[in-house]
């Protein structure tokens, strides 16, 4: 798997996006976060709720400076006649992956030679290339973005607050810890 904390590997595709097939490279997006979001394939199960829960807070995460990009070994063709059928898929604004060959998915490890997709797998990248999460299920259970937000919430926060930590389940506006050796040990005392 990679590994967190690493520079992701750069990779281009062509995408379904605004209605056109657009050719994408992963490092077009350096500056930004993003969340690539791979899935098993389109017109399945579980992925269009996957792709129409990240469709609902795509604007709230474009406002944090977060971009989206999915990703299966579906074809553009398949994306586009996915979007303009499926009643789930249709307000997906963010750019759809055509990984064909599974290259991408090979390079992120998610790769399911036994079947020629990908499982799902999310990876938080941030504005430098840098790889900060990793979440990868099995095909049969779906993802959860709020809790996506949270964690993207926290990495920018200690991005602009490098010598801070948050603790479990810290949202903005909460407490964060300031490492230090007279508090190792100690957390209990300033975090209930």
């Not at 990779?11 to 993003?34: M, N, P, T």
């Not at 899935?39 to 474009?62: I, Q, R, W």
Request: glycine residues 6%; proline residues 5%.
């Amino acid at each position: 798997m990679l590994m967190v904390g690493k520079e992701v590997p750069d990779f281009e595709s062509d995408a379904y996006v605004d209605g056109k097939i657009k050719h994408i490279k992963l490092s077009d997006y350096r500056g930004k976060f993003v969340v690539l979001c791979f899935y098993p394939g389109d017109f399945t199960y579980v992925c269009p709720t996957e792709l129409h829960s990240m469709a609902s807070v795509y604007n709230e995460l474009k406002d944090l400076g977060v971009e989206v990009l999915s990703c299966s070994t579906d074809s553009v063709h398949s994306h586009k006649v996915w979007h303009e059928t499926s009643d789930l898929i249709k307000d997906v604004q963010f750019p759809m992956l055509a990984d064909t060959t599974g290259e991408i998915a090979k390079k992120f490890e998610v790769y399911d030679e036994d079947h020629g997709v990908a499982v799902r797998g999310r990876f938080i990248i941030d504005t430098d290339g840098i790889l900060k999460a990793v979440e990868v299920l099995y095909p049969n259970v779906g993802r959860n973005v709020k809790e996506l937000i949270r964690q993207i919430k926290a990495f920018i926060y200690v991005k602009k607050h490098p010598s801070e930590v948050t603790p479990a389940g810290w949202e903005p506006g909460k407490k964060t810890l300031e490492p230090s050796i007279e508090l190792s040990g100690k957390v209990y005392t300033v975090w209930p």
